[in-house]
């Protein structure tokens, strides 16, 4: 198992790539933290656009972009500015099974300066093992009062084929389909998605399946309530300039966060939350 650091051309870390058991690998870019790679026996298992900007000037399209402290449009940017801001990659260490990376991001002046001012700390971490990647950050409250937030992890899945994958363990759950503007409940076992798609799942129960082609990526959620299912589909693909007007066939966003209500944290509290894949 090693640790690799590559710098940009000024000098500055770009990114870190782990390399753990059996071929297993996950590739980090201190810019938004963003997971831009996760390779498991023998598989690249995540979508990251062959538009996407790798240079810092936008959020990356693709892997896991971390969204913090707003999801969606609202008083800042759309989905905040953890995703935009340069985080310090602290250490990777080994343990028993496999390897793990943290990187920091605190408050900035620029941070108090916007809609969301408040004094914080993320401690992000990564850890990967033969067949499965841990991605959880803990949320510090550093200020004098009180504050909330929604966060969410948006993780693009690479399949082969969006018309032969399925999305499992929703059924029941309630929804708010923010493409038609209503709120139902998922009547079915095994979902499809040939349409753009961007849906909130409510207070989810268990492990969600994403399945094409004969294997299963699994999603175990750890103190985040829902998910967020998204694929843009050929007219949004096409609006898009950092995603190719054909790729939305080989990926779909399984997104596990909390977005549909707040975590509230009071001055001194954390929490953490993430997800593991397998």
């Known amino acids: 198992m090693s640790v690799q650091k590559?710098?940009?051309?000024?000098?500055?870390?770009?990114?870190?790539?782990?390399?753990?058991?059996?071929?297993?690998?996950?590739?980090?870019?201190?810019?938004?933290?963003?997971?831009?790679?996760?390779k498991s026996q023998g598989h690249e298992r995540l979508f990251v656009s062959k538009?996407?900007?790798l240079d810092g000037s936008k959020a990356i399209r693709g892997g896991i972009p971390l969204v913090f402290p707003q999801f969606g449009p609202g008083a800042?940017?759309?989905?905040?500015?953890?995703?935009?801001?340069?985080?310090t990659f602290v250490g990777a260490s080994e343990h028993g099974e496999g390897i793990a990376a943290t990187f920091e991001l605190h408050d900035s002046e620029e941070t108090r300066a916007s809609a969301w001012p408040f004094k914080f700390i993320l401690a992000y971490t990564v850890d990967l093992t033969a067949t499965t990647l841990s991605t959880i950050?803990?949320?510090?409250?550093?200020?004098?009062?009180?504050?909330?937030?929604?966060?969410?992890?948006?993780?693009?899945?690479?399949?082969?084929?969006?018309?032969?994958?399925?999305?499992?363990?929703?059924?029941?759950?309630?929804?708010?389909?923010?493409?038609?503007?209503?709120?139902?409940?998922?009547?079915?076992?095994?979902?499809?998605?040939?349409?753009?798609?961007?849906?909130?799942?409510?207070?989810?129960?268990?492990?969600?399946?994403?399945?094409?082609?004969?294997?299963?990526?699994?999603i175990r959620r750890f103190n985040f309530k829902d998910i967020v299912l998204w694929n843009p589909w050929a007219?949004?693909?096409?609006?898009?300039?950092?995603?190719?007007?054909?790729?939305?066939?080989?990926?779909?966003?399984?997104?596990?966060?909390?977005?549909?209500?707040?975590?509230?944290?009071?001055p001194g509290q954390t929490v953490s939350c993430g997800q593991l894949l397998t």
Request: hydrophobic share 35%; with cysteine; glycine share 8%.
């Open 137 to 218: 950050i803990k949320y510090e409250n550093t200020d004098t009062q009180e504050f909330d937030f929604t966060s969410l992890m948006h993780t693009y899945l690479r399949v082969p084929d969006i018309a032969h994958t399925t999305v499992t363990g929703l059924q029941s759950t309630t929804y708010a389909d923010k493409i038609k503007g209503v709120t139902a409940q998922e009547s079915r076992a095994e979902i499809t998605v040939d349409a753009n798609e961007d849906r909130v799942y409510e207070n989810v129960a268990g492990v969600v399946g994403v399945r094409c082609g004969g294997e299963t990526v699994s």
């Open 76 to 87: 800042l940017p759309q989905h905040g500015f953890a995703r935009t801001r340069r985080w």
């Open 6 to 38: 590559f710098d940009d051309a000024a000098g500055n870390l770009e990114r870190v790539v782990l390399s753990g058991p059996s071929g297993s690998s996950v590739e980090i870019y201190a810019y938004g933290a963003t997971v831009t790679s996760w």
């Open 51 to 53: 538009q996407a900007k």
């Open 235 to 266: 007219e949004k693909a096409r609006e898009m300039a950092d995603f190719g007007d054909d790729e939305y066939s080989q990926m779909v966003c399984v997104e596990a966060g909390t977005v549909a209500s707040k975590i509230a944290l009071r």
